[in-house]
């Protein structure tokens, strides 16, 4: 059986259609569970969820806002699959999204698929590493809203570090799991799913990001002036350079999309430092 694991914070109109995607899916509903984990939202979350109770295996889960590697962990504890796919609740998946995992899954161990964007967005040229070609291949990044781990691969590297409330929590994640397993990438994994909605939503994503670069760096980070002068290095990792766009944008485009990802770099730069500031003493313990 599959267990699909969707974390989602006050964000209820999106989950509803998310959910409305897994009741469309081209394969048998006893074969698959759907595990909400309400992160502690203040909105119609918890309504939303109970109202496909009737069209889906599922359970909602309702804890205190911790952040999405919390929640995911607590839907992994929660499930009864010995497959564990995880899903965005602002994304709607391919009608063959489960019948492929479940097909692949009979001979790998962790998988992420492709992301299609829902509209046709200046967003779409943000995420170049969404589409990785059209052949299965080794993946260097796994898409936490898109991919499908087994159950055996928690017993032995562990469950999502909490401390990465948001941002780079599947960075974390599989450079532990390198040691044991290859991340594979496989195009018939679809979802569709936009990489931001705003620019405001863009910059504070790049925010988290910056700060949670430091997080996982921190030990690497001599001082202040080492995360300064050697930021670049420093947030190589962070770098999609190595993935081609799946379509390029036009000239107009191209200049927007250069400048918008300009007010980013500085966003992730403060959230950087921020995230120094903030974890730096705890390195130190």
Not at 59 to 65: G, N, Q, R, T, V
Not at 195 to 221: H, M, P, V, W
Not at 262 to 269: A, D, E, I, R
């Amino acid at each position: 059986m599959l267990s699909v694991v969707i974390p989602t914070y006050n964000r209820a109109n999106y989950l509803s259609k998310a959910l409305a995607s897994l009741v469309e899916q081209d394969f048998a509903k006893e074969k698959f569970e759907v595990i909400v984990v309400d992160d502690g939202s203040i909105d119609d979350t918890e309504k939303t969820a109970k109202q496909f109770k009737d069209r889906l295996s599922l359970k909602y889960l309702k804890e205190e806002h911790g952040g999405v590697s919390q929640a995911r962990n607590s839907g992994v504890k929660n499930s009864g699959g010995e497959i564990i796919v995880f899903f965005d609740d602002d994304a709607l998946a391919d009608k063959n999204w489960l019948k492929n995992i479940s097909e692949i899954m009979l001979h790998e161990a962790i998988i992420t698929g492709r992301v299609k964007p829902l509209n046709n967005n200046l967003w779409q040229y943000f995420a170049p590493h969404y589409y990785q070609g059209d052949q299965p291949t080794e993946s260097p990044v796994l898409l936490e809203g898109n991919c499908a781990i087994k159950r055996e691969v928690f017993a032995k590297v562990g469950l999502f570090d909490a401390n990465l409330d948001y941002g780079h929590e599947g960075r974390e994640f599989i450079g532990r799991c390198r040691k044991e397993y290859k991340i594979r990438y496989y195009p018939d994994v679809i979802i569709y799913h936009d990489y931001a909605s705003s620019i405001k939503n863009y910059l504070d994503k790049q925010r988290k990001f910056g700060e949670k670069t430091a997080y996982l760096k921190i030990k690497e980070i001599k001082n202040f002036g080492d995360l300064i002068f050697n930021y670049q290095k420093i947030k190589s990792g962070d770098s999609l350079n190595s993935f081609t766009p799946f379509q390029k944008p036009s000239l107009s485009d191209r200049l927007k999309v250069k400048m918008i990802a300009k007010l980013g770099g500085w966003y992730h730069f403060m959230g950087a430092v921020r995230g120094y500031l903030k974890y730096k003493q705890n390195a130190k313990n």
